[in-house]
């Protein structure tokens, strides 16, 4: 079935780079999302990607998807303590009303 | 804007009994999810639909069923409540667009958090 990974923590300093790795295991996915969730509440989307990109920038963050490793990425540029969440990496396929399959999540701690 | 709206946000049970969680999808939104989220865990698919019919099942109990109305709203039943249900339960929905849009961007609820003493 569909196989969604991450790690687990990442722990960076105010102002670094963090990056967020993601790899997936279905070859049919078509878009591949960032989540990041906040203590108790809800996923926010940060970002998305179609399959036929490789790169997508937005602000602090850019994306990068390399589609014959299965593997993604979230680069967050200057990092705050603000940013401080679970990100989760997700799928999907093509198809209305399809599941979206999310990652672990990865906890990342900005220190001060 | 509008978003999706879940209730109620939080509900308190004892084992056995049964819970009804609410979703309303964003406006012209047509494809509702559910998804559980148990402590320090990802989110866990539940079920979803897609224009009131069931288009995608996960890993819900029998015990549990759902539905999605005319009014495009979603309820998720929870019968036999055991300890193990307690979690988050998020609503999501997507739609209103072409498949480059909001069709293939989920937008959550902020879940409805049930207990189950």
């Known amino acids: 079935g569909e196989d969604v990974e991450q790690s687990l923590f990442l722990s960076v300093r105010e102002g670094d780079s963090s990056v967020i790795n993601c790899t997936y295991t279905?070859?049919?996915?078509?878009?591949l999302y960032w989540y990041k969730q906040e203590p108790g509440a809800g996923l926010q989307l940060l970002t998305y990607?179609?399959?036929?990109?490789d790169m997508k920038q937005d602000q602090r963050l850019t994306v990068l998807l390399n589609k014959k490793d299965k593997h993604l990425s979230l680069r967050i540029a200057d990092t705050q303590t603000g940013d401080s969440a679970i990100y989760f990496c997700?799928?999907?396929?093509?198809?209305?009303?399809?599941?979206?399959?999310f990652g672990p999540g990865t906890r990342l701690s900005v220190l001060p | 804007a509008a978003g999706v709206i879940q209730s109620p946000r939080h509900l308190i049970k004892e084992k056995r009994e049964t819970a009804t969680l609410k979703c309303y999808p964003i406006?012209?939104?047509?494809?509702v999810y559910w998804y559980q989220q148990g402590p320090g865990q990802d989110p866990q698919f539940l079920i979803s639909?897609?224009?009131?019919?069931?288009?995608d099942k996960g890993s819900i109990p029998d015990r549990f069923s759902a539905q999605q109305f005319s009014d495009y709203h979603s309820e998720l039943n929870m019968s036999s409540l055991e300890l193990g249900d307690s979690a988050l339960y998020f609503c999501?929905?997507?739609?209103?667009?072409?498949?480059?849009?909001?069709?293939?961007?989920?937008?959550f609820g902020a879940g409805s958090r049930l207990t189950v003493l």
């Open positions: 990607i179609f399959s036929n990109m």
């Open positions: 639909f897609y224009e009131k019919m069931q288009s």
């Open positions: 999501a929905s997507a739609g209103g667009g072409g498949l480059d849009t909001g069709a293939n961007v989920l937008t």
């Open positions: 279905d070859s049919s996915s078509t878009y």
């Open positions: 406006p012209r939104h047509d494809t």
């Open positions: 997700a799928e999907r396929g093509n198809n209305y009303g399809q599941n979206f399959v």
